[in-house]
């Protein structure tokens, strides 16, 4: 026996985020390039990170979220 695994009903993963599903906050930031410094208040960072912390990639995003 097989499984059927394309009968079973998808409950959301790999699905496009639909009303039901709010989509997940923190993905602007996410596709931003490092820049050496932080994208929210310019402090020099290191290469790999865009935010000095938490609260400023949440800041980043919540301006970008009312600025659309
Ligand atoms: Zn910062």
């Known amino acids: ?9 998808d409950d959301g993963a790999g699905a496009a985020p ?3 599903a709010p989509p ?5 930031r996410q596709t931003l390039p490092p820049k050496g410094a932080c994208w929210y208040c310019d402090k ?4 790999v990170r865009r935010f000095c912390d938490k609260e400023c990639a949440d800041a980043f995003d919540e301006e ?5």
């Open 1 to 9: 026996m097989e499984p059927t695994q394309e009968s079973v009903p």
């Open 18 to 20: 639909s009303a039901t």
């Open 24 to 28: 997940a906050p923190a993905r602007t």
């Open 44 to 47: 020099p960072l290191d290469n």
């Open 64 to 68: 970008k979220e009312y600025t659309r």
